[in-house]
């Protein structure tokens, strides 16, 4: 997942740098077994596919168009704070400075899905994001 802009220029210069290896891969005489070929070839695109998904998922984020994400699994909150995040237009800074913390440690939060965060802190993530949740509890 691309959580902030700095990974987002990493991940579009990787996805041109597959491109550019398929188009050059298509190219390319070679006398490589054809199976081995369209595997590497296959490989090669697989790649370049996750990483178009995740740039098109950041994108959509950040748009600001979504208002409503995905049902999740109270697993998958961390995540879903972090796409909150960039759907609400926000940087790690920016939240940060909503925190009353330095943009550290929501990079640490994140970096580590908010493993060490409290759960004090991420109430009041989800208050700064201006979120609601609603998940429901269910026995056994």
């Known amino acids: 997942m691309i959580k902030n802009q700095r990974q987002y220029l990493i ?21 490589t077994h054809p199976l081995l070929a369209k595997a590497q070839r296959e490989a090669l695109e697989s790649q370049l596919a996750e990483l178009k998904w995740q740039l098109d998922e950041y994108e959509k984020l950040r748009s600001g168009k979504l208002k409503r994400l995905k049902k999740s699994s109270f697993q998958n909150l961390p995540i ?20 009353g913390v330095k943009e550290q440690q929501i990079q640490r939060y994140e970096e580590t899905d908010y493993a060490s965060a409290s759960l ?7 208050k700064a994001l201006d979120i609601k949740i609603k998940e429901e509890i269910t026995l056994g």
Not at 14 to 25: P, S
Not at 80 to 86: F, K, N, T
């Open 11 to 31: 991940t579009k210069a990787q996805a041109k740098k597959f491109k550019e290896a398929i188009e050059a891969f298509d190219n390319k005489t070679t006398d």
């Open 120 to 126: 004090s802190r991420i109430n009041e993530v989800i």
């Open 80 to 99: 879903e704070l972090i796409r909150a995040r960039i759907a609400r237009g926000l940087t790690q800074k920016d939240l940060a400075g909503k925190l």
